[in-house]
């Protein structure tokens, strides 16, 4: 069983940068694909990036390429997300999660939650 806990959120303007981090319990993180996700007010929960148990692979949403920068430090047992120009649409409560295989987008598969850190980008 993974523990996930997100931290690094805040208020930021429009431009700026935040730096994400989900700290996971347990001493099997390295053996987890992870992604993170986020959920505006009144919107569906969407895919962000994931990255695999290594590193050596790792996806974005479109709407983050060239912006975001996802990755994992298995020492630390630590997954995150380098947040750059950020614009008034990236604001959500931002959730990381854990999946036993490479899962991509595909929430479903994505076992263990996080309970989100707010991210909000004013104009």
């Known amino acids: 069983q993974v523990q996930l806990v997100e931290s690094g959120g805040g208020l930021v303007q429009a431009g700026g940068s935040l730096r994400l981090s989900c700290a996971a319990s347990?001493?099997?993180?390295?053996?987890?694909?992870m992604g993170w996700f986020r959920q505006a007010p009144g919107k569906e929960r969407e895919f962000v990036a994931c990255?695999?148990?290594?590193?050596?692979?790792?996806d974005y949403a479109d709407s983050v390429k060239g912006r975001f920068t996802i990755s994992r430090d298995n020492a630390k047992n630590t997954m995150y997300l380098q947040m750059n120009s950020l614009k008034p649409e990236d604001t959500a409560i931002y959730y990381c999660?854990?999946?036993?295989?490479?899962?991509?987008?595909?929430?479903?598969?994505?076992?263990?939650w996080g309970q989100g850190t707010q991210v909000t980008v004013s104009r």
């Open positions: 999660a854990a999946s036993s295989g490479y899962s991509g987008s595909d929430y479903s598969r994505y076992r263990y």
């Open positions: 347990g001493r099997t993180f390295s053996s987890y694909a």
């Open positions: 990255i695999s148990w290594s590193g050596g692979r790792k």
